[in-house]
């Protein structure tokens, strides 16, 4: 079985762009979850998309959003970039809920400069 | 909300000694889940632990759920260079979405 695949694998942007990350999970799997990683935080909990709806999101802006389509691909959109977003972006995918094992993406590496 | 903390952040140790991280949760947890991120890597999925006090155990490592299930270990006997890596769990507590410990790097020195 293909991994959980992420594009692109890295990204630079200037402040106040804004980016589209893609997801796509395992084949049979519909959950999908996306994480930010940054040296300080640790690994912090976006947002979890299951059968195209959004079930759970974390403590981010409203500039964070996210939408699943129905063949279980994930996109995240972040606007108006700051610098603080740079970091790496992974998506993992899980054939149901949270109580699955996570099957983490490479991830994607964004700088905003 | 729901908390996961994990120590120690950092441990170096030299190959043939044992490594422990701990991690603890401020709230009950239905499973706990432990990742393993190499250097440059993603988090990969190693096991997950559900009952009170399971014991869990993949060759040199052994994985503990607390009785009250609100804390777990991972111990690694006789580490080696291979083992590098930052070691994470993740509780789910069945009212939130999985948290995540910020990690316990180990770096092994031959």
């Known amino acids: 079985k293909a991994g959980v695949t992420q594009t692109p694998r890295y990204l630079i942007k200037t402040r106040g762009q804004q980016v589209t990350l893609s997801c796509s999970p395992i084949s049979g799997h519909r959950s999908v979850s996306w994480y930010q990683q940054t040296p300080g935080q640790g690994l912090q909990f976006l947002f979890e998309?299951?059968?195209?709806?959004?079930?759970n999101k974390g403590n981010f802006p409203g500039r964070f959003s996210g939408r699943q389509f129905s063949n279980s691909r994930s996109e995240m959109n972040v606007s108006t970039l700051e610098l603080g977003d740079s970091a790496l972006y992974l998506c993992a995918s899980s054939l149901g809920t949270t109580t699955y094992e996570q099957y983490f993406g490479p991830g994607t590496r964004l700088t905003v400069t | 909300g729901q908390q996961v903390m994990q120590i120690p952040q950092y441990q170096h140790v030299q190959e043939g000694e044992d490594f422990t991280t701990y991690c603890n949760s401020s709230t009950t947890l239905s499973n706990i889940q432990w990742y393993k991120q190499r250097p440059g890597g993603h988090p990969v999925f190693l096991i997950q632990?559900?009952?009170?006090?399971e014991v869990k155990k993949q060759k040199r490592l052994t994985f503990q759920f607390g009785e009250a299930k609100k804390n777990s270990s991972l111990h690694i006997t006789a580490t080696q260079t291979t083992d590098v890596g930052t070691y994470f769990c993740?509780?789910?507590?069945?009212?939130?979405?999985?948290?995540f410990g910020k990690g316990t790097m180990l770096l092994v020195s031959p």
């Open positions: 632990l559900v009952k009170s006090g």
């Open positions: 998309y299951f059968s195209e709806t959004q079930r």
């Open positions: 993740a509780g789910y507590s069945g009212y939130s979405t999985l948290t």
